[in-house]
């Protein structure tokens, strides 16, 4: 399990605005980082902890 500071900020960032689009800019990082960061997140913890949807992103029950 390896993630750092810049990892959950990122997540609170996406949650607060509910778009990984958002979220991203929010943690000046780029969408392709953001979602590989959230990606290898879900992957280290073997869970999904955000539901992506056409409305935005919400948090599973594990998240």
Do not use: Q
């Amino acid at each position: 399990m390896h993630f750092d500071l810049t990892d959950l900020r990122l997540y609170l960032n996406i949650l607060d605005t509910g778009n990984i689009t958002a979220g991203a800019a929010r943690s000046h990082l780029s969408l392709a980082a953001a979602s590989a960061r959230i990606r290898a997140m879900e992957a280290s913890l073997g869970i999904g902890f955000l539901e992506r949807g056409r409305r935005g992103v919400t948090p599973t029950p594990a998240g």
